[in-house]
């Protein structure tokens, strides 16, 4: 069994964020090959996918999906997939539809309203229709995007002008509407849900946001994931294992499972919740979030007592079990 792993690079991201991508993949490609599986490395700095899809034989291939985008296109995630489907290889994380879905959050919010998760209260607002808005203090999103763009303190508002500039932010820098959210304040959670049947949860992580008495400054910021030495990314504590009363830590596990199922989850997948007056809240899914060897998921994975190749490894025996030759012998060995 080969294993490729495929990630995006777009030329015109900055230096430093070329250097990241390219050393986390490296530490990825290194970690698997240690754990015994042939292993390549794939760079996809432009649209054209097929070229290095020929290369190889989806036969005796597994593509470790890590793409976010179609370099030179915009939001094209599910497109990467669909190339890839139609090449005919198996590939790790979910499918075209779980991804398509996450990145519209206004349809998650009814979808999750569907299961009976609870979100908070929200809707897609331009800044004329923000004077109707009387829920404060209030977070203003990107309604189509992952990865914080465009959050910072500044996002969480507390009169209409403020909402009205942030909407306008998020409508002038990302050209898509915003969506504006009641600001749960409290204990955030990162679960990581991962394997198919039956899927499981890993050891909670919390981000501790208890170094910062301003309410606009407790939550993950693009800084907190992407700037070194910004405040967000010094100042928020990752605790693991997250210290959670055995019933609230069962209603946690309750409702990620519930949400995974719900979606119709592949693989690996991560749901932020936060915890306001005993009651949880889902602010965002994240399926084939980030694994690179500092994240959440990661962490989580090595709680449990998996080193970072293994966890690698184990996210593509679960793929190789959808694989047509793959998935039989494995069947065929238990």
Same mark, same amino acid.
């Given at each position: 069994?080969?294993?490729?792993i495929l990630?995006?690079?777009?030329?015109? $991201? @900055?230096? +430093?964020?070329?250097?990241?991508?390219?050393?986390?993949?490296?530490?990825?490609f290194?970690s698997?090959?240690?754990?015994?599986?042939?292993?390549f %490395?794939e760079?996809?700095?432009? +649209?054209n996918?097929?070229?290095?899809l020929?290369?190889y034989?989806?036969?005796?291939?597994?593509?470790?999906?890590?793409?976010?985008?179609?370099?030179g296109?915009?939001?094209?995630?599910?497109?990467?997939?669909?190339?890839?489907?139609?090449?005919?290889?198996t590939y790790?994380?979910?499918?075209?539809?779980?991804i398509?879905?996450?990145?519209?959050?206004?349809?998650? =919010?009814?979808?999750?309203?569907s299961l009976g998760?609870s979100?908070?209260?929200?809707?897609?607002?331009?800044? /004329? !229709? *923000?004077?109707? $808005?009387?829920?404060?203090?209030?977070?203003v999103k990107?309604?189509? !995007?992952?990865?914080?763009l465009?959050?910072?303190?500044k996002?969480?508002?507390?009169?209409?002008?403020?909402l009205?500039?942030?909407i306008?932010?998020v409508?002038?820098?990302?050209n898509?509407? &915003?969506?504006? /959210?009641?600001?749960?304040?409290?204990?955030?959670?990162?679960?990581s849900?991962?394997?198919?049947?039956p899927?499981e949860?890993?050891?909670?992580v919390?981000?501790d946001?208890?170094?910062?008495?301003?309410?606009?400054?407790?939550?993950?910021?693009?800084? +907190?994931?992407?700037?070194?030495g910004?405040?967000?990314?010094?100042?928020?504590?990752?605790?693991?294992?997250?210290?959670l009363?055995?019933? %609230?830590?069962?209603?946690? @596990?309750q409702k990620a499972l519930?949400t $995974? =199922?719900g979606?119709g989850?592949f693989?690996? *997948?991560?749901?932020?919740?936060?915890?306001r007056?005993d009651?949880f809240?889902?602010?965002?899914?994240n399926?084939?979030n980030?694994?690179s060897?500092y994240?959440?998921f *990661?962490l989580?994975a090595e709680?449990?007592s998996? +080193?970072?190749?293994?966890?690698a490894?184990r996210?593509?025996m679960?793929? &190789?079990e959808?694989?047509?030759?793959?998935g039989?012998?494995?069947?065929?060995?238990?």
């Amino acid at each position: 069994m080969k294993v490729v792993i495929l990630y995006d690079l777009d030329p015109g $991201w @900055e230096k +430093s964020e070329i250097i990241e991508t390219r050393n986390s993949n490296k530490v990825l490609f290194e970690s698997l090959k240690d754990e015994g599986i042939d292993t390549f %490395l794939e760079e996809l700095k432009d +649209s054209n996918l097929e070229r290095i899809l020929r290369k190889y034989n989806p036969a005796d291939t597994i593509i470790f999906n890590l793409c976010e985008t179609l370099p030179g296109t915009r939001c094209k995630e599910r497109r990467v997939l669909e190339i890839i489907e139609n090449a005919g290889f198996t590939y790790t994380g979910n499918i075209p539809d779980v991804i398509e879905l996450s990145y519209d959050k206004q349809k998650v =919010k009814e979808v999750l309203v569907s299961l009976g998760i609870s979100v908070p209260h929200g809707a897609v607002l331009t800044p /004329e !229709e *923000a004077v109707d $808005w009387k829920l404060f203090p209030a977070i203003v999103k990107p309604s189509r !995007e992952h990865c914080s763009l465009t959050i910072s303190e500044k996002s969480v508002v507390f009169d209409t002008i403020s909402l009205q500039e942030q909407i306008r932010l998020v409508n002038n820098e990302l050209n898509q509407p &915003a969506l504006v /959210e009641d600001f749960i304040d409290g204990r955030e959670f990162h679960v990581s849900v991962w394997n198919n049947e039956p899927p499981e949860m890993l050891p909670l992580v919390e981000m501790d946001f208890s170094a910062f008495s301003d309410v606009r400054k407790r939550l993950c910021t693009y800084d +907190s994931k992407f700037n070194p030495g910004s405040e967000h990314y010094e100042k928020i504590e990752t605790m693991i294992p997250a210290h959670l009363d055995v019933n %609230l830590h069962k209603k946690l @596990e309750q409702k990620a499972l519930a949400t $995974w =199922k719900g979606f119709g989850c592949f693989d690996y *997948a991560r749901f932020d919740f936060r915890l306001r007056d005993d009651k949880f809240y889902l602010l965002d899914i994240n399926p084939n979030n980030d694994i690179s060897m500092y994240t959440s998921f *990661a962490l989580a994975a090595e709680m449990q007592s998996y +080193s970072y190749g293994q966890m690698a490894k184990r996210i593509v025996m679960m793929a &190789a079990e959808r694989h047509p030759e793959f998935g039989e012998k494995l069947l065929n060995s238990l």
